[in-house]
């Protein structure tokens, strides 16, 4: 087993530590301070784990009443390469951030080579069980934006089949998605698609995704204005975007699309059914959102003062117990004198005609055997 001993020089009281445990070859590494205040952390040793191979660290936390080269020890804990990034609230750590932590490249090499980092591109690492699609953007050289930038921050993106992302207007030596050693080109992007607009909020984001606003902007350019909508609603409705948010994204988007901001709508729940608002409006059918029918509960769409519409889809409508649930309420609704119909997310995302024509179909069908009570 190969055994790499570290040694953290931590700065307490403007001192640091360079002992080590005798008989044991070392070199010589600097961390940054891992404990808040008072206390201090150093690396004394690193060494491959038995069980997963991969590289971890021995540290020591110290205490503040040390003087300048030696202190009381206090407990140990072993670090590995996924606690160092997760102290750190990294995904993306470029290779100087490192260095200055004390990893030397023979130390970087050895990670790689042995599956505990990941060499992005040249300068970024990451560990091994980061998203593809974040490995894609930052190998490229840029970072998720778009669908995949919101899809990434938890919010709707309609199926997004291959990464979007955002590299600045005068960015180069792009690397193919696949192979940091490729140059990004046609043959090699592998439908990755690229936005190469001015963000307007550069700041925003991380090391590897924008910020939902800019995202947002890109895909009003990019995607459909019943998904842009969709999308809008849904983070909105999550909270991860602020209202005031809205007038912004808006104050950058041409003429044409000015029309959406009157039609977002938070309380819509999920994307789909803010899609399936939309055809529903399109086909000039009038319909409320989100209405509490006691003592049921509340319906996505109610249509007619009659018709319930929901949209259901797999990720919450799977399984019996959720089906055996959904019949209940369809019972319960049918004994108060309501019609359900359930569109199918692949019918609302795909086949809007297939749903226009069953709420037609129901509301002709509830006119012509309507009972009236003289």
Excluded at 17 to 27: C, D, H, K, L, P
Excluded at 31 to 57: M, N
Excluded at 143 to 169: K, M, N, W
Excluded at 263 to 285: C, H, K, N, Y
Aim: net charge negative; proline share 3%.
């Amino acid at each position: 087993m190969l055994l790499v001993s570290l040694l953290q020089e931590i700065h307490c009281s403007g001192g640091f530590f360079t002992r080590i445990s005798a008989g044991v070859t070392t070199e010589e590494y600097r961390f940054p301070e891992v404990a808040t205040g008072a206390s201090g952390t150093r690396l004394r040793r690193a060494w491959q784990s038995p069980s997963t191979g991969a590289d971890a660290w021995e540290v020591s936390t110290v205490t503040a009443s040390c003087d300048t080269h030696r202190g009381a020890a206090g407990h140990s804990i072993r670090m590995t390469w996924t606690e160092y990034f997760a102290g750190a609230n990294r995904t993306i750590i470029e290779t100087a951030e490192l260095r200055a932590a004390g990893a030397t490249c023979r130390l970087l090499r050895t990670a790689v080579t042995e599956g505990s980092l990941i060499r992005v591109r040249r300068g970024y690492y990451a560990l091994p069980a980061t998203s593809p699609r974040v490995i894609e953007a930052v190998r490229v050289g840029g970072r998720l934006g778009c669908i995949s930038a919101i899809a990434d921050a938890g919010g709707f993106a309609f199926e997004g089949q291959y990464t979007h992302i955002h590299v600045g207007p005068g960015a180069s030596r792009l690397r193919a998605p696949q192979n940091r050693l490729q140059r990004l080109t046609e043959e090699t992007r592998n439908g990755v698609e690229l936005h190469w607009d001015e963000l307007r909020h550069p700041s925003d984001g991380n090391e590897f995704s924008i910020g939902l606003p800019d995202a947002l902007i890109q895909i009003f350019r990019c995607q459909q204005p019943r998904l842009a909508l969709a999308t809008v609603d849904n983070v909105l409705h999550l909270r991860l975007l602020p209202w005031d948010a809205v007038a912004g994204i808006f104050a950058a988007l041409p003429a044409d699309l000015q029309y959406l901001q009157s039609r977002i709508d938070a309380r819509t729940e999920s994307g789909q059914e803010t899609v399936l608002r939309w055809i529903v409006l399109e086909a000039g059918i009038e319909c409320e959102i989100q209405v509490t029918i006691e003592p049921v509960g509340r319906v996505d769409l109610l249509i007619a003062g009659f018709l319930v519409v929901e949209a259901d889809s797999r990720s919450f409508h799977d399984g019996w117990d959720r089906h055996s649930a959904d019949r209940t309420r369809d019972c319960d609704l049918a004994a108060l004198g309501y019609v359900t119909y359930r569109a199918l997310y692949k019918d609302i995302m795909y086949h809007p005609e297939r749903v226009i024509a069953a709420i037609m179909g129901l509301l002709a069908t509830h006119e012509h055997f309507r009972t009236v009570i003289v």
